[in-house]
């Protein structure tokens, strides 16, 4: 999500999240300095904004009990608009004017100036083919076998009979197994996030986790974003906790446009063109592994 703010009376931006809150930790900006984004339909007090609470939280216990500036005046109220009788403009983003600070017209902010969309889906199958990998090969190499449903079985019988071979012992350690063998992908993939910004999954469908400048993401970062989504965005992916995480994640996302880690970790997820190609690839690869899980209880 990109911010503008009004400095010196003046529009400044577009800026990141994070370049925001380094302009409040320099003292550039203040808690009363006005921004917009995307989803405001007006300048709107930073410390009024959900997105940008964490920052103000962390400037506040860094001054301690320091005397606190006194609150930055608004700008007098914006001169009315003059009617355009020209037609609007074809591409504009949910057509909302960005107020501009001044004496001068509202600059429109065009759906090419918008930031990429957050994308949940995208990311949720990226995790979910990382999953289905790990768990394909703990699959591949654990003994416990379970059988195909027969000819003419009811569907509450192959469900009984599931469930009563789940019981097994042999099939309970497949289970934790498969826990511990999740804790364990968790520390790979920091590791790769590390080393190239991304995972199988991840790759496959063009995601990127950088630093705010684009840069590698040091490894304890990248370790505690790993473990941070496996905690919160997948609830150690049982149920019901998966379910839980995942819902939260979506809406967090959806809103704010960054997740809970990210924002707190201070890093981006970049995305790239999801064409045709890259979607039939990433379909059939996905279809490849869940076959090659399969063969194990065929």
Avoid: C
């Avoid at 063109?273 to 194990?296: C, D, E, K, N, T």
Wanted: no cysteine; hydrophobic share 45%; glycine share 8%.
């Amino acid at each position: 999500m990109d911010f503008y703010l009004s400095l010196d009376g003046a529009k400044a931006g577009p800026f990141s999240i994070f370049k925001v809150g380094e302009l409040l930790e320099s003292g550039e900006a203040t808690p009363d300095t006005l921004a917009w984004h995307r989803d405001l339909t007006e300048w709107t007090p930073i410390r009024e904004i959900p997105a940008l609470e964490t920052f103000l939280e962390r400037q506040d216990g860094d001054k301690g009990e320091e005397s606190v500036e006194p609150a930055a005046k608004r700008p007098p109220p914006l001169p009315p608009r003059p009617r355009n009788t020209e037609p609007e403009p074809e591409e504009t983003y949910r057509g909302s004017p960005l107020p501009e600070i001044g004496t001068g017209d509202a600059a429109v902010l065009v759906e090419a100036d918008a930031i990429d969309p957050a994308r949940p889906f995208v990311r949720f199958w990226a995790r979910m083919f990382d999953y289905t990998l790990v768990s394909a090969i703990v699959f591949q190499l654990s003994d416990p076998v379970l059988s195909p449903p027969q000819p003419g079985e009811a569907v509450g019988e192959t469900l009984e009979r599931y469930f009563s071979e789940m019981a097994r012992p042999e099939m309970l350690a497949l289970a934790r197994t498969l826990f511990f063998a999740m804790i364990g992908w968790q520390v790979l993939e920091g590791v790769l996030i590390h080393l190239f910004g991304t995972t199988p999954g991840k790759a496959l469908l063009g995601i990127r986790v950088a630093e705010p400048d684009g840069e590698r993401v040091p490894l304890p970062r990248s370790l505690a974003r790993a473990f941070a989504v496996y905690v919160l965005g997948a609830g150690f992916y049982q149920f019901p906790f998966i379910l839980i995480g995942m819902v939260f994640s979506f809406f967090r996302l959806t809103a704010t446009g960054i997740s809970l880690w990210d924002q707190y970790l201070r890093t981006r997820v970049e995305h790239a063109p999801l064409g045709p190609g890259r979607i039939l690839l990433a379909i059939g690869v996905f279809f490849v592994l869940l076959a090659f899980q399969s063969v194990r209880f065929s």
